[in-house]
Nanobody, 125 residues
């Protein structure tokens, strides 16, 4: 059973930065692709960023490209999401996810089996 625990959410002003962390069960990174999704009230959960189990290529939603950076520390079983130049539209609950998506389904939430509880990120204008 994969367990995911996020941290690092909070309140920040527009233009500010936050860094989210996701600690995974030992061994998760070797077998699972990892991703960040987010969900705002009244909206569907949407893809933010992902990295496959093998390799180091990262993939981003157009809305965050150039502002957010996903990274992974295998030794610590931890994935990060550095969020810069935050905007009020980035306000959401952010979820860490693990799964075995193929390249074509990296952005599809149904390709991920395990989810963290999700910290709230609020960006004030």
């Amino acid at each position: 059973q994969v367990q995911l625990v996020e941290s690092g959410g909070g309140l920040v002003q527009s233009g500010g930065s936050l860094k989210l962390s996701c600690v995974a069960s030992e061994g998760t990174f070797s077998g699972y692709g990892m991703a960040w999704f987010r969900q705002s009230p009244g909206k569907e959960r949407e893809f933010v960023a992902a990295i496959r189990a093998s390799g180091s290529n990262t993939y981003y939603a157009e809305s965050v490209k150039g502002r957010f950076t996903l990274s992974r520390d295998r030794a610590k079983s931890t994935m990060y999401l550095q969020m810069n130049s935050l905007e009020p539209d980035d306000t959401a609950v952010y979820y860490c996810a693990a799964g075995r998506p193929i390249l074509a389904s990296l952005r599809n939430r149904d390709a991920y089996y395990y989810w963290g509880p999700g910290p709230q990120v609020t960006v004030s204008s």
